[in-house]
């Protein structure tokens, strides 16, 4: 699959397709019929493994693992489109027993042992496909991912082909379905603090941001748009498709955490998804917020049963019950305030930070996550680190010390435009393991060193753990602290803390999966890094730094969503509750319209 990597571009001279090896870019306003024949390797047999070259391994649970090559074809939005793949020829390789899929769990649990039945038939066919709407260079767009399955187990026999003819044949809409460019930044707030939001769009505006403010009550009271809706954030989310279509609008800033109380209550609400893993039933999405269409361009409201239950997948579900597309429409980040001084110390923040030039410095703290080979916490803040030319990695790393909050402080006192941390998590607390040394922690980073973080320079905080940008928790309602009672979680308190602290924060709201462990080129970059950085949070994270450090981009929010939109490309289909964990729970935490390292 890195024939499905992003950086060499080849121009097809015909019918308008333009790729960079995996995407293919169709341009053309009439109908299409793109051919294509794809030549692979010969599968290399190594033991019990397959491999091929310009392939990814399909690991999935209770499966065997077999390379997959994926195809991306970025089409019109609102196209309609059919996709035909067939093997060129096939041969059988004979009895090989492959190796299973270990079973996925989130940092801090048990990786168990994989198996699978003998006589299943897997993949089932040569190839499918996923279809999913969504933002592409802040372009709407189809996005159309094409999974050939060149190597596939029939009941204890392995037969494989080298090569595929395909097509793909497509019909843009009569008209484009997106004119309107009214307004770039869409502010989500109570009406109370519609005046307190003023220097902010002064600041923006000054920018060339175009900023529209609606207050959250003129919304539903049908002010702008009709109201639309089951409950209030349903009907959030229909106000931000209207605006996407009647405005232009591009990023969305949602202003309102959880509001002050015994009983749970929001300034702007948040949506519950309930896909059960790892003894999580339910957890907050704002990606939700963020995926307004579906690949045929109509409103994907994650609840296509209509029964109340949104992203349904329950503990004796067998598979999920609700349609999801996934992919990004909208940049979406939100400022979690709990009241209208912490909007005004992030107004205040945001206006310093874009006014100023930052450093070319990230700290990056890790160490030994997991018994298997490797210290992921090391080699994923090392690829971060490699995504981002020019600047210098202050490591905070158990191979040169203890990792500790002082020292991730004296590394922010110096100066740095990232901060990046890969391990464990909770909403108070993230730490790691010293080589070997699983049975303590280091210090690491808890909630309560932040008041003393007087750093000058704002960073970008990326959090990798468990429930680390958990923004639902009071000091009556904390799950996942150990029973230790807190009123807001680590990630929000870092990036809202006064006089030091962050700019804004990344991190997830439930258990994201983790892939320590070798079972081949995860990602199908053509390099076959450790797991740790071709699947899970730590891939996760990884593309957030590909996105600003490698792809351009330059807007907090466009780097969030080319993450998730990475993530989803790869490893939504087929679906696995840890991925739908992965991809729903990351969250940004911060104003998605910033631009990382200011004007």
Same mark, same amino acid.
């Given at each position: ?63 065997? !693992? ?13 196209s ?7 093997p ?14 270990p ?6 649990f ?37 999974y ?55 600041? &923006? ?29 349903e009907?959030?989310?229909y106000?931000? &498709? ?15 955490g959880?509001?002050?109380?015994v ?8 949506r519950?998804?309930? !896909? ?67 909007l005004?110390?992030m ?15 990230i ?40 990792v ?15 901060i ?35 750093n ?17 928790m ?22 809202r ?45 990884l593309?957030?730094? &590909? ?22 490309d ?5 679906y ?23 004007y």
């Amino acid at each position: 699959m890195k024939s499905l990597a992003l950086c060499v571009a080849i121009l097809f001279v015909t019918m308008g397709a333009m790729s960079t090896m995996n995407h293919v870019s169709i341009t053309d306003e009439e109908t299409v019929h793109h051919n294509e024949h794809i030549a692979l390797s010969e599968p290399v047999t190594e033991t019990t493994t397959i491999s091929m070259d310009n392939c990814g391994s399909l690991a999935v649970e209770h499966r065997p !693992v077999v390379p997959v090559y994926t195809r991306t074809y970025i089409l019109p939005a609102g196209s309609t489109f059919t996709v035909e793949a067939h093997p060129v020829e096939v041969n059988t390789l004979g009895n090989i027993e492959l190796p299973a899929s270990p079973i996925r769990s989130p940092p801090g649990f048990t990786i168990g042992e994989g198996s699978y039945d003998a006589d299943i038939v897997y993949p089932e066919t040569w190839y499918t496909y996923d279809a999913k709407g969504g933002m592409v260079n802040g372009q709407h767009v189809t996005i159309l991912s094409l999974y050939l399955y060149p190597v596939r187990y029939v009941a204890g026999e392995v037969i494989a082909t080298d090569s595929f003819e395909v097509t793909v044949s497509y019909e843009p809409p009569a008209q484009p379905l997106f004119a309107n460019d009214a307004y770039d930044l869409l502010i989500v707030c109570p009406n109370a603090w519609e005046d307190d939001i003023e220097p902010l769009v002064a600041h &923006k505006e000054s920018h060339g941001i175009k900023t529209k403010v609606v207050c959250l009550e003129c919304m539903l009271n049908g002010e702008y748009f009709e109201v639309q809706g089951r409950d209030t954030a349903e009907k959030l989310k229909y106000f931000i &498709k209207d605006a996407v279509e009647e405005w232009g609008i591009q990023y969305v800033l949602l202003v309102g955490g959880r509001k002050p109380g015994v009983q749970e209550d929001w300034f702007i609400p948040v949506r519950y998804v309930h !896909v059960f893993w790892a003894d999580e039933h339910q957890y907050m999405s704002d990606l939700y917020y963020a995926d307004i269409y579906d690949a045929n361009y109509l409103f994907s409201s994650w609840d296509t049963d209509s029964n109340g239950v949104y992203s349904e997948w329950g503990k004796f579900d067998t598979q999920l019950k609700d349609e999801l597309d996934l992919y990004p429409d909208v940049y979406v980040g939100r400022w979690a305030c709990r009241s209208s001084a912490e909007l005004k110390i992030m107004i205040e923040k945001t206006i310093s930070y874009e006014s100023t030039t930052a450093s070319k410095r990230i700290v990056l703290a890790g160490g030994d996550n997991f018994e298997m080979e490797g210290i992921e916490g090391e080699i994923v803040c090392d690829k971060s680190l490699s995504y981002l030319p020019g600047f210098e990695g202050e490591k905070v790393y158990v191979s040169n010390g203890d990792v500790t909050s002082a020292r991730m402080k004296a590394g922010l006192d110096k100066g740095a435009a990232f901060i990046h941390l890969h391990g464990h998590g909770s909403p108070i607390y993230w730490s790691t393991h010293k080589v070997n040394g699983f049975d303590q922690w280091e210090d690491g980073l808890k909630v309560y060193d932040l008041p003393l973080f007087f750093n000058k320079e704002y960073p970008i905080a990326v959090i990798g753990g468990c429930h680390t940008a958990m923004f639902n928790m009071s000091l009556t309602v904390h799950p996942w602290t150990g029973g230790i009672p807190w009123p807001e979680g680590i990630s929000w308190w870092f990036a809202r803390k006064w006089n030091g602290g962050a700019i804004a924060a990344l991190g997830y709201t439930a258990f994201p999966v983790a892939t320590p462990g070798e079972d081949g080129d995860l990602d199908g970059d053509g390099v076959n890094d450790p797991d740790c950085a071709e699947s899970g949070y730590g891939y996760m994270q990884l593309e957030f730094f &590909k996105a600003y450090g490698m792809e351009g981009r330059q807007y907090l929010g466009e780097c969030w969503a080319y993450a998730v939109g990475s993530y989803t490309d790869h490893f939504k289909i087929p679906y696995e509750r840890y991925h739908l964990h992965t991809i729903q729970a990351f969250v940004l935490l911060g104003d998605p319209s910033l631009k990382i390292g200011g004007y």
